[in-house]
C-alpha cells in the first residue's frame, strides 16, 4: 500500500451530453494528502457526489487532470483502482445471508478474486479489520438484522481489509443517530491517523465536520471550493456562507411546497 496524495487540476465536473457538456463544477485545484480527515460539505444539488464520484473513477473529468501519486488517475487499471481506492456510498446494499463476516472479507477480493480462496495473512487482515472497527461482537450476524450503524461499521471494515489508500465516503453519518454519527467520525479520524490513508467524506452534518475533521472543503453553488481547517473558516467567518447558502435553499424549498 502507497503512501501518496491526490492533487486536483483545474478539474471540471459534470455530465457528458449529446451537443453540450454539462458543467457542475469548474477549475477546481487543491490537495488532499494522507493522514487527516477531510470533509466536503455543501449544499443539496451543488455537486458533492459528482465530485466523490469523479475522484473514485466512476465518472469521467470533464476538463483538468486528477493525480494519485506521481500518476494520472485515468491511466489505472481496474485492477490497480480496486487495490488504492475504496469508496462506500449512500445507499444501502441490499444482500441477505451474508454474515458480517463474510462481507468483510469481500475486501479481499482484488487480491484473490471474487471467488479466491483466503489464505492466512487474508484472514488475519480481515480480523485485524473487525477489531479496528470494534463489530467482533457482529461478526457471525446476518447483514440484514443491523441497524443502519452497525451496517456502516461493516462497511467500514469491508474497506480496511480492502487495504486502499484512499478511502471515500459519501454521506456515511447519514440515517444514522446522532450518537452513531459521532462513533462513525470518531472511528474515520482514527483509521486516518493510525492507518495514515486519505479519507475523504461529504456530509450534511456541519458542526460534527468542524468538531472531527482536519481539513474542510466547501463547495459553493456555481462550484468554487473554499479549503481550509476548521478553525480557519470559523475564525474568517467564512461558514456564514455555507449557512446562508442552506438558509436560501430551505427558503426556495418552502415555497416550491407552498406554491404545489
Known amino acids: 500500500m502507497e503512501d501518496f496524495s491526490i492533487n486536483i487540476h ?8 449529446k451537443k453540450h457538456n454539462k458543467i457542475i463544477a469548474h477549475s477546481l485545484n487543491a490537495t488532499i494528502p494522507p493522514g487527516q480527515l477531510t470533509c466536503l460539505i455543501g449544499t443539496n444539488g451543488v455537486g458533492k457526489s459528482t465530485l466523490l464520484r ?53 475486501g479481499r477480493s482484488p487480491y484473490s478474486g471474487l471467488w479466491g480462496k483466503l489464505n492466512k495473512k487474508d484472514k488475519t487482515i480481515i480480523e485485524e479489520a473487525i477489531q479496528l472497527v470494534h463489530i467482533s461482537n457482529l461478526r457471525n450476524r446476518a447483514i440484514q438484522t443491523l441497524s443502519d450503524g452497525e451496517r ?3 462497511m467500514i471494515a469491508k474497506t480496511l481489509a480492502q487495504q486502499t489508500s484512499i478511502i471515500f465516503l459519501d454521506e456515511p453519518t447519514a440515517f444514522l443517530d446522532f450518537q452513531s454519527k ?10 486516518s491517523k493510525t492507518k495514515h490513508r486519505i479519507v475523504f467524506f461529504s456530509t450534511h452534518d456541519i458542526d460534527l465536520a468542524l468538531r ?3 481539513k474542510i472543503w466547501f463547495m ?18 467564512r461558514m456564514e456562507i455555507f449557512s446562508q447558502e442552506c438558509n436560501t435553499t430551505l427558503n426556495n424549498n418552502s415555497l416550491l411546497q407552498s406554491e404545489a
Open 10 to 17: 483545474d478539474l471540471s465536473i459534470g455530465y457528458k451530453e
Open 54 to 106: 469523479t475522484l473514485s473513477a466512476f465518472h469521467s473529468p470533464l476538463y483538468g487532470e486528477i493525480i494519485i501519486g506521481d500518476k494520472k488517475l485515468s491511466s489505472y487499471s481496474s485492477k490497480e483502482l480496486s487495490k488504492t481506492i475504496s469508496i462506500v456510498l449512500t445507499e444501502k446494499i441490499n444482500v441477505y445471508n451474508m454474515s458480517v463476516y463474510e462481507l468483510v472479507s469481500l
Open 152 to 154: 456502516q461499521k461493516s
Open 182 to 191: 459521532i462513533e462513525i467520525l470518531q472511528l474515520l479520524r482514527r483509521i
Open 212 to 214: 472531527f475533521s482536519d
Open 220 to 237: 459553493k453553488k456555481g462550484g468554487n471550493l473554499i479549503i481550509g481547517s476548521p478553525e480557519e473558516l470559523s475564525k474568517d467567518r
